[in-house]
């Protein structure tokens, strides 16, 4: 888990302790592309951690989201998910399922920029998030109404 080193350097850099359960959950989002939630995240590490606790889990995403290493989608209409994508980008949620996908929207810089030279106000960090049914939804809908 050497790669992990500069993430701890920002840990300690922020005043918080480094430990294993931290770097477990950290690690766990770093490697997700499911945008999880702490009941997720900790029903699939529990099993190979057995001392891990729900609430460690939920303290470690508060931690984690206040130095700025994972971001808390606030999923709209469930639990609160996490992504260990740090980088600016956009999301879509399927409002059936609850499936999130990242997007990478081209010329949202621009979009941005604009905006800045537009109001004069400065964006430190933005979110574009969209919803509607995802690939998997959109069949089955289909398929439900040609049953009928």
Known sequence: MKYLEPYIEQLKQAGFKVTHQRLVILDYLLH???????????????????????????????????VGLVVDLGAPGERRRFDGIV????????????????????????????????????????????FGLCEECQQNAVEKASSN
């Open 32 to 66: 997700s592309r499911e945008h999880p939630s702490a009941e997720m995240i900790y029903a699939d590490l529990r099993q190979r951690y057995p001392t891990i606790s729900l609430a460690t889990v939920y303290n470690t995403l508060e931690m984690l989201s206040k």
């Open 87 to 130: 980088s600016e980008h956009s999301h879509y949620f399927c409002t059936e399922c609850g499936k999130v996908k990242d997007l990478n929207l081209p010329g949202a810089e621009r979009v941005l920029s604009k905006l800045v030279q537009e109001t004069n106000l400065p964006v430190t960090r933005y979110r574009i998030d969209f």
